[in-house]
């Protein structure tokens, strides 16, 4: 939630400081930044959420749409540094710490989606063991304790 109020204060700062002409379809690389990281963090950071908390019903759906959502926000994120690096002359410096925090973000949202990917690869392998415990204690409850 918090990420999507800051995503809107962004894009009010944005909008009363430079014009947007859809018209020309002229878009600056900074308006560019500003859209898409909002899209990513704001809107799809809440759906990501969301999609875990209300569809709790529906495994299958859920984790697809988990996978699919996070997938988005790390490319945009990537692409969006790359493109906001660029845009400072491929130099992280300034008198503005904006380029300090979108690192920190950048690394912070790809070392959540490796933790994501690597949980899950763990509770696949643990689901697995759990089924083969199982059986073994049916095969072994079956054997041993039959009078």
Do not use: P
């Amino acid at each position: 939630m918090l990420s999507f109020i800051a995503g809107c204060a962004l894009l009010v700062h944005v909008a009363k400081s430079q014009t947007f002409e859809i018209v020309e379809l002229h878009l600056e690389d900074t308006k560019v930044h500003a859209w898409l990281m909002w899209l990513s963090w704001g809107v799809l950071g809440f759906l990501q959420m969301s999609t875990n908390r209300y569809l709790k019903g529906y495994w299958r759906a859920r984790m697809w749409a988990h996978r699919i959502i996070g997938s988005l926000i790390l490319i945009l994120t990537i692409a969006m540094g790359i493109l906001g690096i660029r845009q400072n002359n491929w130099t992280l410096s300034g008198s503005h710490g904006h380029y300090v925090i979108g690192l920190i973000i950048f690394f912070s949202v790809f070392f959540v989606t490796v933790g994501g990917v690597a949980a899950r690869s763990v509770t696949r392998r643990k689901v697995w063991k759990t089924k083969f415990i199982h059986k073994f204690q049916g095969i072994h409850k079956v054997s041993c304790h039959s009078d």
